[in-house]
């Protein structure tokens, strides 16, 4: 009773760390990011055309929206027409949506974008176009990049940062363990088998709970990291609190089963806590 108790008293403290407003419409948004390369100094607008005649609140002949009137003045009917008398050879739709696109200026549609689309561009000064063959978002915010003077149809490429992930989780780890032996010190954990046995164990826990919330985020978003987070901290704090009981009084004697259960939790609860407050100084690392 006392550990379920423990447990349960953990995921209520582990909880209101991660609590948030709760706001409507708050639930998680797929986006798909184009960034343009050797585009020059044309005027060039872009949109995302659909294999759906419908994705969200985007349909095929619905009005412009008004912030599109809003952004672009009193080109954007002509704009919005000339995409309109496009005809796509696999009959994919335009959904009255277009961005302005530059080498500073994405294409980001962050709300609804089409599951299957092409890429299609026009060039007001030329009234040309170019299209790209058929894509799909790969992750749930799916960004790509462009070659616009390439021969041919533009290609997409995939610009998802894995390296820079794989560091970030690498330094995360680092941090986590450095913060858990800090901790360990605090109680008292002086020796090093016990060192030894914490680093290990951390080592597992925190490179297999980071890999499993870079791949929920990279699969479902950062709704479901904030979702995922506390609950998979509570499974963390329980693995470690049970390897811990089992290793740690064979090389000191006996230590209690509470101070241990308190060590796995504060440890884990501060690294929690660092990494919350790190992320605000070094977002590129969280």
Known sequence: MRAKFSIFISI??????????????????????ISFENIGTRECYGTLLSESKTTGPYTEGNEIPGW????????????????????????????????????????????????????LLYFPETESFKVSRIYQGYAFDSSFSTDVEAA??????????????????????????????????LFGFFNKKLI??????????????????????????????VLALPLLEV????????????KF??????????KIFLYAFTANIASVAA???LEKVFPVWF
């Open 12 to 33: 209520l403290i582990v909880l209101s760390l991660f609590s948030v407003k709760v706001r409507a419409d708050i639930g998680p948004k797929s986006s798909v990011v």
């Open 68 to 119: 599109m009137y809003e952004k672009y003045g009193s080109k954007t009917e002509s704009i919005v027409n000339a995409f309109k008398k496009y005809q796509d050879e696999d009959g994919f739709y335009f959904l009255s949506t277009f961005w302005k696109c530059s080498e500073e200026e994405f294409l980001d549609w962050n709300y609804y974008p089409p599951e299957r689309f092409k890429l």
């Open 152 to 185: 041919g149809k533009l290609v997409l490429k995939n610009n998802y940062d894995y390296k820079g992930q794989a560091l970030g989780i690498l330094f995360r780890t680092v941090l986590t363990i450095i913060i858990e032996l800090a901790v360990a010190l």
């Open 196 to 225: 030894g046995c914490i680093v290990k164990v951390n080592i597992a826990t925190q490179l297999g709970l980071n890999l499993l919330l870079n791949f929920i985020v990279y699969m479902a978003g950062g709704m479901a990291f």
């Open 235 to 246: 499974v963390v704090i329980a693995v470690e609190n049970r390897i811990y009981k089992a």
């Open 249 to 258: 009084n064979k090389p000191t004697g006996e230590i209690s089963g509470i």
């Open 275 to 277: 990494g919350i407050m």
